[in-house]
């Protein structure tokens, strides 16, 4: 069972920046697709990112792109979300999920990521 633990979450101002990191550890794949989802107060939880660590392709939900940046370290396991303009809508706690490498799925779909963390809290003020 792997593990995953997030931070960076935090009190912001709306058009300020935060950036979350979530790693990977106990029994570790030689690689993972990891993602981020959110969950807004009183929303579903939705697909935010995802980057394959071994091949670096990434996955946005288009109302992310151009203000979030996925990236990893494959080395350490580690995904991390810079999170830019950020917006009193982006409030939500932020979890992070993984898969190891060669379990196939969507990169969209929360079913099809096996291990989640705890979540960070982010909060943008207005």
């Known amino acids: 069972q792997v593990q995953l633990v997030e931070s960076g979450g935090g009190l912001v101002q709306a058009g300020g920046s935060l950036r979350l990191s979530c790693a990977a550890s106990?029994?570790?794949?030689?690689?993972?697709?990891m993602g981020w989802f959110r969950r807004a107060p009183a929303k579903e939880r939705e697909f935010v990112a995802a980057?394959?660590?071994?091949?670096?392709?990434?996955y946005y939900a288009d109302s992310m792109k151009g203000r979030f940046t996925i990236s990893g370290d494959n080395a350490k396991n580690t995904v991390y979300l810079q999170m830019n303009s950020l917006k009193p809508e982006d409030t939500a706690v932020y979890y992070c999920?993984?898969?190891?490498?060669?379990?196939?799925?969507?990169?969209?779909?929360?079913?099809?990521?096996?291990?989640w963390g705890q979540g960070t809290q982010v909060t943008v003020s207005s």
């Open positions: 106990g029994r570790t794949s030689s690689s993972y697709t």
């Open positions: 980057i394959n660590l071994r091949s670096g392709n990434t």
């Open positions: 999920a993984a898969r190891p490498y060669g379990y196939s799925g969507s990169y969209y779909r929360q079913t099809d990521f096996p291990s």
